[in-house]
């Protein structure tokens, strides 16, 4: 087991600019989920799947995110014609389906838009 | 809508001094409650979580929490704090019906003086 792996940790970019994250979830487990968390604040729900399935979106995510788990394995987040508003931490997290409630977060991706 | 609140946002102990650290929520039932905690560079990890039975709940690390539904609190605990504790504290709540959708409190920074 060797947790929740995300790529790249910092991504700086320039604002109009599209950025992709990765998510690789721990290997059984089939739930997989993207948060945001802006500075001083908790982590915010952005979506959720199951295996490749996409089962909910938070209205936060607008229709500039598009996420991908193509063969229920790894994650992709694009972020299309950033903002400065998006800077903040993306954070991945993964479950079981029968103890979703035990999530395991990644490290997170920073992204800073200039 | 559910919410919340962690009204300290940064919290100095001395170590080995005990520590309590306040979370109170708002929703229409009685969620299942989590404490995470977060270090600087670290993924979020769980240090415990409620769902229902015994209101005292143990956690790793040491600490615990309690729930009291009269206050609609889960106040986390640690009777002797370590300087490796010093960490950004999150609580946070899922319906218990549907446990996807997490919502975080924006977090209790926790500094432990030598």
């Known amino acids: 087991d060797t947790g929740v792996s995300q790529d790249p940790r910092h991504k700086i970019t320039k604002r109009g600019q599209n950025v992709t994250f990765r998510c690789d979830p721990i290997s059984e487990h089939n739930r997989l989920y993207w948060y945001r968390q802006t500075l001083g604040q908790g982590p915010e729900f952005l979506t959720y799947f199951q295996n490749e399935a996409q089962l909910e979106k938070s209205r936060l995510l607008s229709d500039r995110f598009s996420a991908e788990r193509p063969k229920g394995s790894f994650s992709t987040l694009e972020i299309q014609r950033t903002e400065q508003g998006d800077s903040a931490m993306y954070l991945c997290?993964?479950?079981?389906?029968?103890?979703?409630?035990?999530?395991?977060f990644g490290p997170g991706t920073r992204l800073t838009v200039t | 809508a559910q919410s919340v609140t962690q009204p300290d946002i940064h919290i100095t102990v001395s170590e080995g001094a005990s520590l309590e650290l306040r979370c109170n929520y708002s929703y229409g039932a009685t969620p299942y409650l989590f404490w995470y905690v977060q270090s600087p560079g670290q993924g979020l990890q769980l240090l415990l979580k409620y769902f229902s039975g015994d209101t005292l709940v143990q956690g790793i690390k040491g600490f615990e929490a309690e729930f009291k539904r009269s206050q609609s609190s889960f106040n986390l605990r640690k009777p002797s704090v370590h300087w490796s504790d010093a960490a950004e504290y999150f609580c946070?709540?899922?319906?218990?019906?549907?446990?996807?959708?997490?919502?975080f409190g924006p977090g209790t920074r926790l500094s432990v003086l030598p």
């Open positions: 997290a993964s479950s079981l389906t029968v103890s979703s409630y035990e999530q395991y």
């Open positions: 946070a709540v899922a319906p218990a019906d549907y446990g996807q959708n997490f919502v």
